[in-house]
């Protein structure tokens, strides 16, 4: 789960570090005080795309940092060890935690964006995939999504428990369909055959020539990014060995020979006074051997011009050649053993036709089997969905409403990656009418609700540790925000449930309560966030409730609905 979030210098948040719990918790605060800005900085630290105009003013880089509690998650466990991402635990300071992990964003003005995970550099890419395992976001504006059938299919498979084989089965299909297009190749006439011969020769030729190595295309870029900031790297560690030991004003060692020879001069002294000499001799022997280490760096350090343009101009040939293949660069190696693969299959006539049919119908048959394994899943779970997401239709006032997810096959004898059958939800809201997909019969207010109930019944059945859900209960209140706000608490009583609200009635359901404001100094406006207490929480509930102006009635009213939740009894 997640543990602490930091941010620095982030849209409306100059500096600010939140500790959360397990169980529902609620961000609240007024319009425009930075409430999703939260759930943005978090989305910004598991690699999703971030602007610099989310820097703030006058700030030259912003940078959030979110520390993640793994001893729920063996999936992440599994991630980290596979990547070489050391797990927290083995170097920290503070060994009270099992398992933690550490993932960190760096934005600066110039457009230079830098992940980390665990202290590690590490991709977008990684930060995302890592991100998918660890938070699962619902946003306001998800029901947009519900529209594609890609969707749908996705959130039955996941309500099934069938992903890994939809997965089996779209591998088979891409091994079937690439050995038929070989088959189509060894069929078409030698000219054409022969023209393939000589492309794939020349292809090969230029990879070869490029002699990209395993792991070479991650090694580049990281040297490039150091090389790159190499004269901003010198700069710092010159000022930190200043800090440490060189400036004759003021730096960390001498001030620490001062306080020791204080205390060491110091007759009879009390036992919080000893211990604090033994604290300050180890923090003395310990910026020692940090100078010596700066200092080690500062004398094997060397800014190569000649390095970072030899470094350049190799990342700029494998792009080069990636965007050629139409493959990303690090597919470059597998592109290279299928040109090789299927020369060596031309060359000595290992792949001849009929030893290819076999293998396309073996491919077939499987694909066919573990397909209808999938039908047959897909068809159980759609009833299941059904039932489940009418019972949250009748708890959010949408009693009577028909939620079915269709299967239709496709054309008999098509091979289609995603299975045999097309998936779209459909919806009737009105008793005696047909069902429609939800793009056709969906108001705003009622896709909201839609959405919220699939939404709810897809996080139930996630192994996602953390839910973030940002406002996705606007359109809605009363009885009706009374039950999103208990759908929400009983998540949260299973994992982490993070929720920003603008309803007292859900806001009233958390277990732990978060109140963003924005206060203006000197001209210049800043977000920040504090936990409440339970009178602060009476307190907020009931400007929720009544607006700026906070009465008796209000706040009996708040204390109510908080007495009558579980969360808070």
Not at 138 to 146: G, K
Not at 173 to 187: S, V, Y
Not at 481 to 507: F, I, R
């Amino acid at each position: 789960m997640l543990t602490t979030l930091t941010v620095k210098n982030f849209t409306l948040v100059e500096q600010l570090e939140v500790d959360f719990n397990n169980g529902m918790t609620v961000l609240t605060g007024e319009t425009g005080a930075g409430k999703s800005l939260m759930v943005d900085a978090l989305a910004m630290a598991l690699g999703d795309r971030a602007d610099t105009d989310r820097i703030r003013s006058n700030c030259e880089r912003a940078e959030v940092s979110a520390v993640f509690e793994l001893d729920q998650a063996p999936r992440t466990m599994q991630w980290l060890e596979h990547n070489d991402f050391e797990t927290e635990n083995s170097n920290s300071i503070n060994s009270s935690s099992i398992n933690e992990c550490l993932l960190r964003r760096v934005l600066t003005r110039e457009g230079r964006s830098r992940g980390y995970i665990n202290g590690q550099s590490a991709t977008m890419q990684q930060l995302r995939e890592l991100g998918e395992l660890l938070i699962d976001i619902h946003s306001q504006h998800e029901h947009q999504s519900l529209l594609r059938r890609e969707t749908h299919r996705k959130i039955l498979d996941d309500f099934a428990g069938c992903t890994e084989l939809a997965n089996k089965v779209e591998q088979l299909h891409q091994q079937w369909h690439t050995t038929k297009q070989i088959l189509e190749h060894l069929e078409n006439d030698s000219d054409e055959q022969t023209a393939r011969h000589d492309l794939l020769s020349f292809q090969l030729s230029e990879l070869d020539q490029l002699g990209l190595e395993q792991g070479e295309l991650e090694t580049l870029e990281q040297r490039q990014q150091i090389l790159a900031n190499a004269e901003s790297i010198l700069q710092d560690s010159q000022t930190l060995i200043q800090l440490c030991s060189e400036t004759e004003s003021f730096n960390l060692q001498s001030a620490l020979n001062k306080a020791l020879q204080l205390l060491q001069a110091m007759p009879n002294k009390p036992t919080p006074l000893e211990e604090a000499e033994k604290l300050l001799a180890s923090a003395h022997i310990e910026v020692e051997e940090a100078s010596r280490e700066i200092q080690q760096h500062l004398d094997s350090f060397e800014a190569d011009p000649e390095q970072l343009q030899q470094t350049e101009e190799r990342l700029s040939t494998i792009y080069q050649l990636a965007r050629k293949h139409k493959v990303p660069p690090k597919q470059l190696h597998q592109t290279h053993s299928n040109i090789k693969q299927e020369l060596d299959k031309i060359a000595h006539g290992e792949n001849d036709t009929a030893a290819l049919k076999q293998q396309i119908e073996k491919l077939a048959n499987s694909y066919m089997q573990q397909a209808n394994k999938l039908t047959k899943k897909r068809a159980q779970a759609a009833t299941e969905l059904s039932s489940a997401i009418e019972q949250q239709f009748n708890a959010l006032a949408m009693s009577g409403a028909k939620f079915l997810p269709t299967l239709s096959a496709v054309d008999e004898g098509e091979f289609r990656s995603f299975g045999l059958e097309n998936i779209e939800f459909l919806i009737c809201t009105n008793p005696g009418e047909p069902p429609r997909p939800l793009s056709r019969v969906a108001s705003g207010g009622e896709l909201s609700r839609i959405s919220l109930a699939i939404q709810v019944i897809a996080a139930k059945n996630s192994s996602i540790p953390t839910m973030v859900f940002d406002e996705v209960d606007v359109g809605i209140g009363g009885a009706t925000a009374d039950v999103v706000g208990q759908l929400l608490q009983q998540l949260g009583e299973q994992g982490q449930v993070l929720c920003v609200t603008h309803q007292p009635q859900v806001a009233a359901c958390a277990h732990h309560h978060l109140l963003v404001s924005k206060n203006t100094k000197k001209n210049i406006t800043h977000s920040d966030v504090k936990p409440l207490l339970k009178t602060e929480r009476t307190e907020e509930i009931a400007r929720m409730l009544g607006g700026a102006k906070v009465t008796d009635t209000t706040l009996n009213h708040a204390k109510e609905m908080l007495e009558s939740s579980p969360a808070t009894t």
